[in-house]
């Protein structure tokens, strides 16, 4: 009763709100086909990635996806046709594009939200924290997704599945990742490459370790030159003093690595004279869902070439 009383406050506070059930209402469309025969008992109860503990009384129906990582999870396990709310990042899979938008990443609509009717709300962590909480007190159950490495995308998928009443087919998921991945580390070289990735120009940021992306460079055999934690500025004279055998730059809706080679004391990079310089899909490096596999190929395609 709490939920519906939140849902009437809110849709009764916002005009605009009523505008936004009807594309919901039409957003289902054709989802990834499906395995997985186990289905879950509800309710279920879960430890999410904040260290909450969730309860889901019954099989959601209308899910809202407040990051495009866990919109590809719950494409992935087959179950599309159930979300009715994403945020305007989301570009993957290609039928998001009809389904209702709830405001975007950083800042989500609550009155979207709420118009959208939804049972369960997948958010993530960071700065999602405070709509998380937002949404609890009003009543919604918002499940924290946050991995920050491989294995806990895996752990997340699973933890998606057994939430959505997906089990089985998260562990097919799972299954085929793990399987993916021992393919393509089969083929490489025994000793890492050293590498440096870009996620942004002007100034220029890179990704060091206890970082997913840094997680992704290690499973693809590679060697971040950056020790430094997390996400972190980089001056020009620590990249040439660091001078990695690979340039790795990520190209997306907010970094677009253009002529990276005729930048202003780039020429002296053992990278640039070697035209080992590299743009990666930001999509499958950055968000952390099924596809950071493919990432993990591109990455090991450019420190490893000849392996492939």
Not at 135 to 159: K, N, R
Not at 161 to 185: H, N, R, S
Not at 228 to 250: C, F, H, I, N, R
Not at 288 to 297: A, F
């Amino acid at each position: 009763m709490k939920a519906r009383r939140w849902y009437r406050a809110i849709l009764a506070a916002a005009v605009a709100a009523a505008l936004v059930v009807a594309p919901a209402g039409c957003a289902k469309k054709k989802a990834a086909d499906g395995g997985g025969k186990q289905q879950a008992a509800f309710p279920v109860t879960i430890t999410d990635d904040a260290g909450r503990t969730v309860t889901i009384e019954k099989k959601p129906e209308r899910i809202v996806s407040l990051a495009p990582a866990n919109t590809e999870i719950v494409y992935a396990l087959g179950a599309l046709d159930r979300v009715v709310g994403v945020t305007t990042f989301d570009d993957y899979p290609p039928e998001v594009a009809s389904i209702a938008r709830v405001g975007d990443f950083m800042t989500p609509n609550m009155e979207a939200i709420a118009a959208a009717r939804p049972d369960l709300v997948l958010a993530t962590g960071g700065v999602q924290a405070e709509t998380i909480a937002k949404l609890e007190d009003a009543g919604a159950v918002v499940l924290a997704v946050d991995p920050q490495s491989l294995a806990e995308v895996y752990a997340a998928i699973e933890m998606v599945g057994k939430a959505i009443g997906e089990p089985g087919k998260a562990a097919e998921v799972v299954q085929g990742m793990k399987d993916e991945l021992e393919t393509i580390q089969s083929v490489l070289d025994a000793a890492p490459v050293r590498c440096f990735i870009e996620i942004a120009q002007e100034p220029l940021y890179t990704a060091g370790s206890g970082t997913f992306i840094n997680d992704l460079i290690d499973q693809a055999g590679g060697e971040n030159v950056v020790t430094q934690q997390g996400y972190v500025a980089y001056s020009l004279e620590q990249l040439l003093k660091d001078d990695p055998e690979v340039y790795l730059a990520t190209k997306g809706s907010m970094s677009d690595p253009a002529g990276i080679e005729k930048r202003p004391g780039y020429s002296a990079l053992s990278a640039v004279k070697a035209k080992r310089v590299f743009v990666l899909d930001d999509n499958l490096v950055s968000r952390p869902g099924p596809r950071c596999i493919q990432g993990i190929r591109q990455i090991a395609e450019a420190l490893h070439p000849d392996a492939f």
